[in-house]
């Protein structure tokens, strides 16, 4: 997932679960261990405050 992220940029956790198949409750969980370790960032969709987007933090990458 973080790959997707990284190489595709922005997206919410609806546009992870289309392009690879894996189950809600799986991209959720694994969502939330890489916001708990600081690899990806969660701010809210302007269109649609429901939503999260989610992004990589670049310099944790490097780190």
């Known amino acids: 997932m973080l790959e ?3 190489s595709e940029g922005p997206a ?3 546009d992870i679960r289309k392009k690879t198949s894996i189950p809600p409750r ?3 969980y694994a969502i939330k261990s890489l916001r708990e370790s600081g690899m990806i960032k969660e701010i809210p ?9 989610y992004f ?8």
């Open 26 to 28: 799986t991209v959720k």
């Open 45 to 53: 969709d302007w269109k649609d405050m429901r939503k999260k987007i």
């Open 4 to 6: 997707i992220i990284a």
């Open 56 to 63: 990589v933090q670049r310099h944790r990458l490097t780190a």
């Open 12 to 14: 919410t956790q609806s």
